[in-house]
T-cell receptor
Framework: KQEVTQIPAALSVPEGENLVLNCSFT??????LQWFRQDPGKGLTSLLL?????REQTSGRLNASLDKSSGRSTLYIAASQPGDSATYLC???????FGAGTRLTVKP | GAGVSQTPSNKVTEKGKYVELRCDPI?????LYWYRQSLGQGPEFLIY????????DSGLPNDRFFAVRPEGSVSTLKIQRTERGDSAVYLC???????????FGSGTRLTVV
């Protein structure tokens, strides 16, 4: 059974800092992986989808990478802003499994 | 529709009652997923539909939970004899095809009192 882990559970950084969120999975035979953002009391908003044939995807200040052989994905956020404060979740879509998320706080 | 719609947005029910939660996916999306999310946790998989059939219902916690998608579009999650432990946010997602990226609805917050 696929297990998805996100470390750290919470992260607090000053505004402007570049940061990396980590997602690891136990079964490397995945088809694709998706990163989401969730604001308190809200649903999940898709950020990036990485297909198994891809190694990374970029959208604005966000870059997600995928290394299937090591069972890892990272979400890189450049020049963080207070508006980036939210919980970030990764999901191995092909196994329908989510991590518990990393709660990010960006301080002004 | 333009997005995934879930109704109601909030539901308060008494222990032992029956509830139905509705999900209206994006038009043309063949795959539909139900998840449950408790506070501070990631979404927990419940059931996946491909078209009208439940392709994977391994996440349903027990036989009080049931879901249907009779015409391959709208889906209803049904919970019988609700318990306080069923309180959570129930999320629905759809994708164009299996393995495609998810689009989530805003969820239904279920509170069993």
């Amino acid at each position: 059974k696929q297990e998805v882990t996100q470390i750290p559970a919470a992260l607090s950084v000053p505004e402007g800092e570049n940061l990396v969120l980590n997602c690891s999975f136990t079964d490397s035979a995945i088809y694709n992986l998706q990163w989401f953002r969730q604001d308190p009391g809200k649903g999940l908003t898709s950020l990036l989808l990485i297909q198994s044939s891809q190694r990374e995807q970029t959208s604005g200040r966000l870059n997600a990478s995928l290394d299937k052989s090591s069972g890892r994905s990272t979400l890189y956020i450049a020049a963080s802003q207070p508006g980036d404060s939210a919980t970030y979740l990764c999901a191995v879509i092909s196994d329908m499994r989510f991590g518990a998320g990393t709660r990010l706080t960006v301080k002004p | 529709g333009a997005g995934v719609s879930q109704t109601p947005s909030n539901k308060v029910t008494e222990k032992g009652k029956y509830v139905e939660l509705r999900c209206d996916p994006i038009s043309g999306h063949t795959a539909l997923y139900w998840y449950r999310q408790s506070l501070g946790q990631g979404p927990e998989f419940l059931i996946y539909f491909q078209g009208t059939g439940a392709a994977d219902d391994s996440g349903l916690p027990n036989d009080r939970f049931f879901a249907v998608r009779p015409e391959g579009s709208v889906s209803t999650l049904k919970i019988q004899r609700t318990e306080r432990g069923d309180s959570a946010v129930y999320l629905c997602a759809s994708s164009l095809d299996p393995g495609g990226g998810y689009t989530f609805g805003s969820g239904t917050r279920l509170t069993v009192v």
